[in-house]
């Protein structure tokens, strides 16, 4: 739909201005301006759309748009032509009256219009509550689009309604369809129970010592480790993956509904789960004490983690511990207590050790499975070092978790312990997606034609614009980025993070490093991982939460047995791997806004206490402080800075005063007051307190 103020036909824009139409991916901001990637110069910056020129284009629609004749002094501009597909038609919001209809005001920011929803279409739903609508036309962009409602939520401001608003505006479903509830309940019936032969078929580790070590209230437990030492000194360690593979078939129902999920969604309070509880948490998941069928990479080991031989394939194991991360380091630090079973330059003094467990709280713990479970640790410190010493970067940053009341209500955000049990388990997990890359990568190239036929996680070089800008912004903190050639390299960010290990600012040079960097993706095309210092990397460790896992599975099987896989399956990878990216993206967004609105909900209850933070951006309109305890980002503004005039010294990140010369800049602690929180808009406004 072209508006009227722009008379040009596409066609003759075709045959006269060929240059000048430009096709991508729009982005739109909470003021309803588009950008388009400039893809004619790609130097100069994005194609601007002003919102009487959107056309209704919303925000990631791929869309057409012509280019309008440069004006002098003005960035460039446009208006959309075609939408070529749209993104999304289903939105999340309050219900408003007008007249005897509603108008939907949605709840992502970027959609700059409301949406009519006649009284007979919206299925029941009242003004205040919080519904899921869909688009149904959209005619003339100078008016509003007609919707209908597809779900009524519930009232705002109530927990249950805001987190399941959360999910759904992300296109989540917190409901399973009834075909695929089914499908699971039929496997629950028919192949709970594993039969002899399947047993017979696999590798069985049913007598070796294997455990799962998890966040103490997981549900789903899709890794086991399993551990034996062999008879020449070296260790058996076997990574060990629930095999959803196995009763999640393609083309079933299941399959279809976790492939459009994607993702499991973790929320503050809550899983919404990529498969029916009935397999996340109970076929599939590998609960303690029970026989259960895995997918495995199992290795060889010696005392200095080197990697003898390796062996993939299906299994069945019987887990004999499962361990929350606190228990599991409670083994560790309890026998190191008493002495004894550990090495003698590991003995703690006793005064001072018992002091440190007690004040972590880790009390009562069973010192059962010590040598296992310590023996893994030490060989997953060494692995560690390892990937370190060959430029693999550490950005271990701190989390946040709530303690929420019956009500939902957050009434106390606490750090996460990043404990040695955390690593251990990362560092068997990395080695398995590692090791199971590099062999479909390598079996392709013997049995495929050199084909790409795997599902690889990768993450591209960073872009050299945005390293430019992030070494700009470190000198203003007083740092230096030691590059060691024209291509930054994972040892180079990891010299800067080095640096910054135990400064106040850390955690804003961390977050700002890995935004300047580029975004692992999934993808076909194997072309390594920067980050992790990896050649070859996938994601093959949970099938029970990612999709891309359960094809990883699909495609190791295939190698394995040798059989053929032809251009539609590789087609479909392609396919899913893009999806996928993108689902994770909204799935980690999802997880973001979640603690994002309890940390707006818990401030709201302190209005007027003061806390300690540290200045995590700053702008022309303010200043962006961190809460040091809970991590709550908000703003002072700088109308509210009374004691002088004000301005932003874009050079060096800060904010200066005009008349005493006092400047705020990026990393200050400051000392701040809450002023206020909206829940709605999910912002907190600050004050700064001498």
């Not at 003759?12 to 201005?17: F, G, N, P, V």
């Not at 303690?288 to 290795?299: G, Q, R, W, Y």
């Not at 990612?546 to 495609?555: A, E, G, Q, S």
Request: proline share 3%; net charge neutral.
């Amino acid at each position: 739909m072209v508006s009227s103020s722009y008379k040009m036909s596409k066609k003759k824009l075709h045959s006269e201005q060929t240059k000048s139409i430009i096709r991508g991916v729009i982005s739109i901001n909470s003021k309803g301006v588009g950008y388009i990637k400039n893809v004619l110069q790609p130097k100069e910056d994005d194609l601007e759309i002003q919102n009487n020129f959107l056309n209704t284009a919303l925000n990631g629609d791929e869309v057409e748009a012509a280019v309008h004749p440069k004006s002098k002094g003005r960035r460039l501009q446009g208006e959309i032509l075609k939408i070529e597909k749209r993104t999304k038609t289903e939105f999340v919001g309050a219900l408003e009256a007008v007249g005897q209809n509603f108008f939907l005001n949605a709840d992502d920011r970027k959609m700059y219009i409301d949406i009519f929803i006649p009284a007979e279409k919206a299925a029941g739903g009242k003004v205040g509550e919080k519904v899921l609508a869909t688009i149904v036309s959209w005619k003339d962009s100078k008016k509003s689009p007609e919707g209908k409602v597809l779900k009524v939520i519930g009232k705002k401001g109530e927990h249950d309604v805001e987190m399941q608003s959360i999910v759904l505006e992300r296109g989540f479903d917190t409901d399973f369809p009834d075909e695929v509830v089914r499908e699971a309940e039929n496997i629950e019936k028919n192949q709970k129970e594993i039969t002899p032969a399947e047993i017979q078929s696999r590798r069985d580790f049913r007598n070796v010592f294997t455990c799962t070590i998890d966040p103490v209230d997981a549900k789903d437990f899709d890794d086991a480790l399993s551990f034996q030492k062999l008879p020449n000194g070296n260790f058996e360690v076997g990574i060990h993956i629930a095999d959803v593979s196995y009763y999640v078939r393609p083309g079933s129902a299941l399959d279809k509904e976790s492939r459009k999920r994607g993702f499991s969604v973790y929320l503050v309070d809550r899983t919404i789960p990529m498969l029916p509880h009935v397999l996340s948490n109970d076929i599939c998941s590998l609960n303690p004490n029970e026989d259960k069928l895995t997918f495995s990479a199992v290795f060889e080991i010696t005392k200095k983690a080197e990697i003898k031989s390796r062996w993939f394939g299906r299994t069945v194991i019987h887990s004999d511990k499962r361990f929350s991360y606190e228990e599991a380091q409670g083994v560790l630090d309890s026998a190191r207590l008493k002495g004894g079973r550990v090495p003698a330059d590991k003995k703690l003094d006793s005064a001072k050790a018992d002091e440190k467990f007690f004040a972590q709280g880790r009390t009562n713990v069973q010192l059962e499975y010590f040598e296992e479970v310590n023996t893994l640790n030490e060989l997953a410190l060494i692995l560690k070092k390892k990937k370190i010493g060959s430029g693999a970067i550490d950005f271990e940053t701190t989390e946040v978790k709530f303690v929420l009341d019956e009500k939902g209500k957050p009434i106390e955000v606490i750090k996460k312990d990043r404990l040695d049990t955390h690593k251990l388990v990362e560092e068997f997990m990395l080695l398995a997606n590692k090791e199971v890359a590099e062999f479909i990568h390598k079996s392709a190239k013997i049995h495929y034609q050199n084909k790409d036929i795997g599902i690889y996680r990768i993450h591209d070089l960073p872009d050299k614009e945005k390293i430019a800008e992030l070494s700009i912004f470190l000198k203003a903190l007083g740092y230096e980025l030691p590059i060691s050639d024209k291509n930054i390299s994972p040892k180079d960010i990891q010299a800067l993070l080095n640096q910054v290990e135990g400064k106040a600012e850390e955690s804003l040079i961390k977050t700002a490093t890995i935004r300047s960097m580029a975004k692992a993706v999934y993808s076909t095309k194997n072309i390594g991982h920067f980050g992790l210092a990896f050649d070859y990397y996938t994601h093959f460790t949970s099938p029970i939460r990612r999709y891309p896992d359960l094809l990883v599975h699909r495609i190791l099987n295939d190698v394995l047995q040798g059989k053929n896989i032809t251009p539609e399956q590789m087609a479909y990878y392609y396919k899913v791997s893009d999806e996928s990216t993108r689902r994770e993206i909204a799935a980690a967004d999802a997880e973001r806004s979640s603690i994002k609105y309890k940390q707006v909900e818990y401030m709201s209850e302190h209005i007027g206490e003061i806390y300690d933070g540290i200045i995590s951006g700053v702008t022309d309109w303010g200043i962006y402080v961190e809460e040091v305890s809970t991590r709550s980002e908000g703003m002072v503004r700088l109308r509210d800075l009374i004691d002088d005039y004000y301005i932003f010294d874009q050079k060096n990140y800060a904010i200066v005063g005009q008349k005493t010369k006092k400047k705020y800049t990026l990393g200050d602690k400051v000392k701040i007051k809450i002023a206020g929180a909206d829940l709605e808009k999910r912002t907190l406004d600050y004050r700064f307190v001498e």
